[in-house]
């Protein structure tokens, strides 16, 4: 079994900042992608941003500059710093996690169980 907790979220004014974890415990061998998303009311989930195990990362066009994607791999922990927040950033966030539980397993991938994040302007 893998748990995924998140924490972070709340309510902040526009130009604010917010930090958002995630940390994965349970039966993990390893660890590969490890990423955020988001989900607004109405609208689809989105990706926000990914980090792979050799810290390569990617963003979507909307919060390139303003959101940086961070991992620690002793914490088996992700992080999402966001800075210069906007109305629009309002929304559920989650991690999304490739886990091999054992050597011989495939990547199976987790979701966290979301935290708000609202903007007010």
């Known amino acids: 079994q893998v748990q995924l907790v998140e924490s972070g979220g709340g309510l902040v004014q526009a130009g604010g900042s917010l930090r958002l974890s995630c940390a994965a415990s349970?039966?993990?061998?390893?660890?590969?992608?490890m990423g955020w998303y988001r989900q607004a009311p109405g609208k689809q989930r989105e990706l926000v941003a990914t980090?792979?195990?050799?810290?390569?990362?990617k963003y979507a066009d909307s919060v390139k500059g303003r959101f940086t994607i961070s991992r620690d791999n002793a914490k088996n922990t992700v992080y999402l710093q966001m800075n210069s927040l906007k109305p629009e950033d309002t929304a559920v966030y989650y991690c999304?996690?490739?886990?091999?539980?054992?050597?011989?397993?495939?990547?199976?991938?987790?979701w966290g169980q979301g935290t708000q994040v609202t903007v007010s302007s």
């Open positions: 999304n996690v490739g886990i091999k539980s054992a050597w011989w397993m495939k990547d199976g991938y987790y």
């Open positions: 349970g039966s993990i061998f390893s660890i590969n992608d």
């Open positions: 980090i792979t195990s050799a810290g390569t990362t």
